[in-house]
């Protein structure tokens, strides 16, 4: 398993082709949300973070393409509040198994 990934090889894990796991970054930390495949799987509730750097929308409750980042420039201390919540779910939750690199 790579320990970096770009954010172009993270797309490669957006549920897309079933025998790949599916990631999601937060923070630049990628983890592995395979087991919540239907929420973050095609279709999914969550299907836009999948293969992505989801900060930026997590901590605005967005789910629009735009806000699907990692840039947390112009988030107020409560976005960044909510993004930090969401932060400690995933640690909970789902495995971390790479971190993000600027290509």
């Known amino acids: 398993m790579a320990t970096e990934l770009t954010a172009a090889q993270l797309r490669a894990y957006d549920g897309s082709d079933p025998a790949k796991p599916i990631y999601v970054s937060i923070r630049g930390k990628v983890y592995d949300v395979t087991t919540g495949r239907g929420f973050y799987g095609p279709g999914g509730a969550y299907a836009v973070f999948a293969g992505r750097e989801a900060s930026r929308a997590l901590g605005k409750m967005s789910k629009d393409e735009a806000d699907v980042s990692g840039d947390l420039a ?9 993004l930090a919540d969401w932060e400690t779910k995933f640690q909970a939750k789902y495995p971390v198994v790479a971190r993000l690199v600027d290509a």
């Open 74 to 82: 112009g988030l107020t201390e409560k976005e960044l509040g909510v």
